[in-house]
């Protein structure tokens, strides 16, 4: 069994024993992504977005999912909230990655529009 596959057995016996541990939730999700298991990752990130809102890290990473499966706006709709919890929390330097990753956004989308 590859080290990955450990982990994410690991981590997803560690969510079952802890089913509101945002941070297990997120760990396993961001494993699952490494293993092209987008899908999996997905439901994982939507039920922390859902559960604990001032989970920042999720706001970038769910985003970028999103962008990924071409879902634009629900991709720009959590970088927006994002930015908004990261000024909230006084976290500038997660606030200026979520704003690099919608400007980034919204150059692509306009470039790709004829």
Not at 48 to 59: A, E, F, I, Q, R
């Amino acid at each position: 069994m590859s080290n990955n596959r450990k982990k994410i057995k690991k981590l997803a016996e560690n969510v079952r024993n802890n089913p509101d541990d945002s941070f297990l939730k997120f760990a396993l999700a961001l494993e699952l992504l490494k293993n092209n298991q987008p899908g999996k990752a997905l439901m994982l990130f939507e039920s922390v977005y859902k559960n604990d809102p001032d989970y920042l890290g999720v706001y970038y990473h769910l985003g970028k999912l999103y962008e990924s499966l071409k879902k634009f706006d629900r991709a720009e709709q959590l970088f927006t909230e994002g930015i908004r919890v990261a000024q909230r929390q006084g976290a500038g330097r997660t606030e200026s990655e979520l704003n690099e990753a919608q400007d980034s956004l919204k150059a692509d989308r306009n470039y790709e529009t004829p």
